[in-house]
């Protein structure tokens, strides 16, 4: 009797001792769960936050930019005009939708052309490259002549290498041998400036009057 009373009390003793560090473990526990769950919800909230951001940048990119191309331009009626040029209408991108802008005539400006405004498809969507005045030739002389080194040839004429004006810059086109024609002379072209522009003055073959 002694020896179950007394294996009872030690037991009591070591469940009464471990009851304690068993409350704590579960208490350590359930606050961990409490942290895991905390993070949890923050990321899950974060991702919201981002998938956001992401909507209203591609809502906003909608609105900027056209994924596809515009309408047909429209036919306007208009009559000639002196002293002015036509501009046609164009489709414009406006608040996420097309709208059409009516065509107006401007006034001419020497030595210049008009360009017209176009829309171009880059990295998916559709951008607006502007229109405006866009001068006919370049507006400053053209550099000094390169030397060319050339020996003289029976039968053929040099001729000398000059500048063209290209895609906005000037260019240099190197010299060549043509062959003689007789009761002709070779004529140098050259480059002239005009209403504020300079404009090329094709050279070629010239009958000589006998």
Known sequence: MRTHLLKFLISTLIVASATPALADRNRHERREERREERRERREDR?????????????????????YEAPPAV??????????????????????????????RYERERPGQRWREQRWEQRDGVYVSVDGGWAAQGPIAAPPSLREERWEARQGFVWIRGQWQWSNGEWAWTPGHYERERVGYTWREPRWEQRDGVYVTVDGGWIGVSR
Do not use: I, K
Not at 80 to 101: E, F, K, L, M, P
């Open 74 to 103: 429209r036919v306007e009626r208009h009559d000639n005009r002196r002293g002015y040029v036509w501009v046609g209408g164009r489709w414009d991108w406006r608040d996420g939708q097309w709208a059409w802008s009516t065509g």
């Open 46 to 66: 974060r991702e919201d936050r981002r998938e956001e951001r992401r909507e209203r940048r591609e809502e906003r990119r909608d609105r900027l930019h056209p």
